[in-house]
């Protein structure tokens, strides 16, 4: 299994503004995965971060608006930049451990835009 | 875009079997099925996998049809606790190798365990 912890749980914001979601795993992965849940809607992933490359982007989705850090093999961080209300969702990072075979989610990052 | 098609919501009787239907018509021979529920407010969590043959665990059974072009979960025993939507997606597995699939998620099934 694989313990993942997100900071903040939610969070309101101003239009026009960044957030900064964590996302802390208790022990190494190679990739870690960024998802968005609109509203009512099902899982979407935004891209998947390599630890000391870029990551990569999801059809959709581009690194201006949605930065992605991945320092090390534990921690990986989504920036949600110049935000607007349509980007009110819930962020969710997940693991696999093994790689390709059991993925574990934290408990998302509800965010909403005013 | 899934290549899973599952019904959009269902109810069952707390303490009955609850039975959730999957295609997959278009799977390949390396590709697993998986499930996956999400209770409200929370995370996705994992529950059960197979590739060809019935799989059990303490939490479900999956049933994949001889040309495993579909599946079913099987909840047991129902309880007011399951209620959530249920996903079932179809991937290339990493068991034994270095190349998998993304975990990409359909619209779900939002199971209703009735009292």
């Known amino acids: 299994s694989a313990v993942i912890s997100q900071k903040p749980s939610r969070d309101i914001c101003q239009r026009g503004t960044s957030l900064t979601i964590q996302c802390q795993v208790d022990?190494?992965?190679?990739?870690m995965f960024w998802y968005r849940q609109q509203p009512g809607q099902s899982l979407t992933l935004i891209a998947t971060?390599?630890?000391?490359?870029?990551?990569?982007?999801e059809s959709g989705f581009v690194i201006d608006k949605f930065p992605i850090s991945r320092p090390n093999l534990t921690f990986s961080t989504l920036t949600v930049s110049n935000m607007s209300p349509e980007d009110s969702s819930i962020y969710l990072c997940?693991?696999?451990?093994?790689?390709?075979?059991?993925?574990?989610f934290g408990q998302g990052t509800r965010l909403t835009v005013v | 875009d899934a290549k899973t098609t599952q019904p959009t919501s269902m109810d069952c009787a707390e303490g009955r079997a609850a039975n959730l239907p999957c295609n997959h018509s278009?799977?390949?021979?390396?590709?697993?099925v998986y499930w996956y529920r999400q209770i409200h407010s929370q995370g996705p969590q994992y529950i059960i996998h197979?590739?060809?043959n019935n799989e059990t665990n303490e939490m479900a059974s999956l049933i994949i049809t001889e040309d495993r072009k579909s599946s079913t979960l099987i909840l047991p025993h129902a309880t007011l606790r399951d209620t959530a939507v249920y996903y079932c997606?179809?991937?290339?597995?990493?068991?034994?190798?270095?190349?998998?699939?993304?975990?990409?998620f359909g619209p779900g099934t939002s199971l209703s365990v009735i009292p």
């Open positions: 997940s693991v696999e451990r093994p790689p390709g075979t059991e993925a574990f």
């Open positions: 022990s190494q992965v190679t990739m």
């Open positions: 997606i179809v991937r290339v597995a990493g068991f034994g190798g270095t190349s998998y699939d993304k975990v990409i």
């Open positions: 278009t799977i390949s021979g390396n590709e697993y």
């Open positions: 197979g590739l060809k």
């Open positions: 971060a390599n630890q000391g490359s870029e990551a990569t982007y």
